[in-house]
């Protein structure tokens, strides 16, 4: 096995995330940056300030959030075409997922006319690159909201609370944390959840895959991933130095 090959859950308890890196400043041009990894999953993701808003907000002196998913040819074992013309709908499905979870950050848009758009590019996939993004996405926000803080933009940042998100699922009637491709693909039920640092749902995507399950198992689901977005957060809080 190379060092660029996915990792097995060898050594990992079914309760355990992956090995967590969270690196800032990871592209020193855009005003917010970092590169997350979750074990071999690793996402680069750049949040840029830019003038003005979609042409449905002018007007209202209110900024906005936004963001792109992109996975790049070889973050998997074979090639994937880019998606130039048209954005499929994984990825959109993706890309509102980011968005809607990054917004939940801020309690209002009053940052003046600003459009934060938030890019998340995978550069290597082993499964959970859609929490990964959120995860990381989270810390490029704050530190960009941050620069327009030490600029004199604004008085204060808007960020009122941080978001993370862990994949969860149920292995050969186990439930496991934080799940590498080899183990989603292999899910009876796989789920996503989206965290606040409060402690609130923002969204929990569930699924039975091959399978159905009690509400029993959702509970268990639920309160290991809840369990799992905290230790992300405290990661979130060491990378901050909060």
């Known amino acids: 096995m190379t060092a660029s090959e996915p990792t097995p859950r060898t050594g990992r308890g079914p309760h355990k995330l992956r090995a967590i890196t969270i690196e800032r400043g ?48 070889r973050a998997t074992h074979t090639r994937t075409a880019r998606e130039r013309s048209q954005v499929g709908g994984r990825t959109q499905e993706i890309q509102r997922l980011i968005g809607r979870s990054l917004r939940a950050m801020l309690d209002d848009f009053r940052f003046g006319e600003l459009t934060l758009k938030v890019d998340c590019d995978v550069l290597q996939a082993d499964g959970g690159t859609r929490t990964a993004s959120v995860t990381g996405a989270c810390v490029a926000v704050c530190d960009a909201f941050a620069w327009l803080v030490a600029r004199g933009r604004l008085r204060a940042t808007p960020v009122k609370r941080r978001v993370a998100a862990v994949s969860v699922g149920i292995i050969d009637g186990e439930p496991r944390l934080d799940l590498d491709y080899a183990e989603d693909v292999r899910a009876g039920v796989d789920m996503n959840v989206v965290m ?17 399950f009690e509400r029993r198992e959702l509970d268990q689901l639920l309160e290991l991933a809840a369990g799992g ?14």
Do not use: D, N
Not at 48 to 63: F, L, M, N
Not at 229 to 241: F, K
């Open 196 to 212: 606040t640092s409060e402690g609130r749902f923002v969204e929990v995507q569930g699924t039975g895959e091959h399978a159905t």
């Open 229 to 242: 977005v905290r230790a992300l957060l405290e990661a979130q809080s060491r990378a901050l130095g909060a």
């Open 26 to 73: 990871a592209a020193p041009y855009a005003e917010g940056s970092c590169l997350i990894a979750f074990g071999s999953t690793r996402v680069l993701c750049t949040a840029s300030i830019e003038e003005g808003v979609p042409a449905w907000r002018k007007g209202r002196g209110e900024g906005w959030l936004t963001a792109e998913y992109a996975m790049l040819p």
